[in-house]
């Protein structure tokens, strides 16, 4: 079955980066979409962007351009973000999820804070 | 952005209840290429979203017959017959036919 595992809770100071990561199994990955969302805890979800694994091509929200960069490892079947220049107000709960959202990962909570 | 509408926030139910969702869009969600790419999602606390529906009207694998989603252009209804307690948390629309994709603000459907 489609199964997305994400990395564990991260805590960041102020102006570091963190990179997150999202191993799949279960399906063609190298062939497929990934999307990245965020949610901060009690309000809606926002799009970030999407990579195309099979040739690592991308799309982001024009909000998240500069904050948020989409890679893949299709070695390892494993999609990462990588968030930079953190600051409180990007703390929230990350998710992946295949194309547009048919199976998400877990989830990962980022608290950026001194 | 397309902004996403949905009424009502909340949704008072007992179980056995038809709740009614609706989602209304600021533009029409058809895409040029003939598809309408309206989600459902229903997300539980503590859970990700788990997708209910997609284009409009099709369930998604393992849905249940009692979750029916409608509408067209702009206008959408997510109509959930016969609520079980499972069936509780908190409801999303989703464009993905727009760039950037977005959500409606929810809607909490919850035990009177």
């Known amino acids: 079955q489609v199964k997305l595992q994400q990395s564990g809770a991260e805590l960041v100071k102020p102006g570091a980066s963190v990179k997150l990561s999202c191993k799949t199994s279960?399906?063609?990955?190298?062939?497929?979409?990934m999307s990245w969302f965020k949610q901060i805890p009690g309000q809606s979800i926002e799009w970030i962007g999407m990579i195309y694994a099979g040739d690592g091509g991308t799309g982001y929200n024009q909000k998240f351009k500069g904050k948020a960069t989409l890679t893949v490892d299709t070695s390892s079947s494993t999609a990462y973000m990588d968030l930079s220049s953190l600051t409180t107000e990007d703390s929230a709960v990350y998710f992946c999820?295949?194309?547009?959202?048919?199976?998400w990962g877990q989830g990962v909570m980022v608290t950026v804070s001194s | 952005d397309v902004v996403l509408t949905q009424t009502p926030v909340a949704q008072p139910v007992t179980l056995g209840d038809q709740a009614s969702i609706s989602c209304r869009s600021s533009?029409?969600?058809?895409?040029?290429?003939?598809?309408?790419?309206l989600e459902w999602y229903l997300q539980k606390p503590g859970q990700s979203p788990q997708l209910l529906i997609y284009?409009?009207?099709n369930r998604f694998s393992g849905v249940p017959d009692r979750f029916i989603g409608s509408g067209s252009g702009s206008d959408f209804t997510l109509k959930i017959s016969r609520v079980e307690p499972e069936d509780l948390g908190v409801y999303y629309c989703?464009?993905?036919?727009?760039?950037?994709?977005?959500f409606g603000a929810g809607t909490k459907l919850e035990l009177k």
């Open positions: 989703f464009q993905a036919t727009h760039d950037p994709y977005t």
């Open positions: 279960g399906y063609t990955f190298s062939t497929s979409y």
């Open positions: 284009k409009v009207s």
């Open positions: 999820a295949r194309g547009a959202g048919d199976y």
């Open positions: 533009q029409s969600l058809v895409h040029s290429n003939g598809n309408t790419y």
